[in-house]
């Protein structure tokens, strides 16, 4: 089962340079998340997406953008990559956004120099 | 913002020593879920609270939705090297639909 699928797994950037950060989950789930996990702390909200056709911002959404593309695929945008914005990237997805479990995808390694 | 905060921050035990952690919010929280992070992979639900004062185990582990709705705590007993890890909290803020991650408690486990 692939559950929760994120590309590229690893990815260099200049900056200033744009990339976006693909997922899709197979699971039939309604809700999708992206984070951000930084070391030594826990995960961040970027942006989520409730059900198809909606997103809304999280805790940290500054210098990204989001796409629901459809109920499989919740992409992350980053226009112009700044060196604070190397992270570790996180997509989740659960069946709706209340009292469920979300599962994740194995993340995305990104360096902005 | 909304934080999760988890104590202890980081904890060093010996193989077969219980362990308790904790996770308190200054908002309500409907559900209370903990998760487990390994290196180099994504968090895994351990345990899912959706009940004020709930006690649920998972094998080893053990967790409580607090009555109060603002606290949760996760358990863990006869420690094995295979916990180690970083355990989460998480849950939607009540009346949201945004589902946040506690700051993380980092667990080594001595052989």
């Known amino acids: 089962n692939a559950g929760v699928t994120q590309t590229p797994k690893f990815q260099v950037l200049k900056t200033g340079q744009s990339m976006t950060l693909q997922c899709a989950q197979d699971m039939n789930h309604n809700s999708m998340y992206w984070y951000r996990q930084d070391p030594g702390m826990g995960l961040r909200l970027i942006y989520y997406?409730?059900?198809?056709?909606?997103?809304d911002k999280g805790e940290v959404p500054n210098g990204y953008n989001v796409s629901r593309l459809n109920k499989r695929e919740f992409s992350l945008r980053l226009e112009s990559a700044a060196p604070s914005q190397t992270s570790v990237y996180f997509c989740a997805s659960s069946v709706s956004t209340v009292n469920t479990e979300a599962f994740f995808g194995q993340g995305t390694r990104l360096t902005v120099v | 913002g909304q934080q999760l905060n988890q104590s202890p921050q980081s904890m060093f035990i010996q193989e077969g020593e219980d362990v308790s952690m904790n996770c308190t919010s200054s908002s309500i929280f409907n559900t209370w879920l903990w998760y487990k992070q390994e290196p180099g992979e994504g968090p895994v639900l351990l345990i899912a609270l959706y009940k004020a004062g709930e006690l649920t185990s998972n094998g080893r582990l053990t967790a409580q939705f607090g009555i109060t709705r603002k606290d949760s705590f996760l358990n863990i007993s006869a420690s094995i090297p295979s916990d180690v890890g970083i355990y989460f909290c998480?849950?939607?803020?009540?009346?949201?639909?945004?589902?946040?991650f506690g700051t993380g408690t980092r667990l080594k486990v001595l052989a």
């Open positions: 998480a849950g939607p803020i009540s009346g949201t639909y945004k589902y946040i």
């Open positions: 997406s409730a059900s198809e056709g909606t997103t």
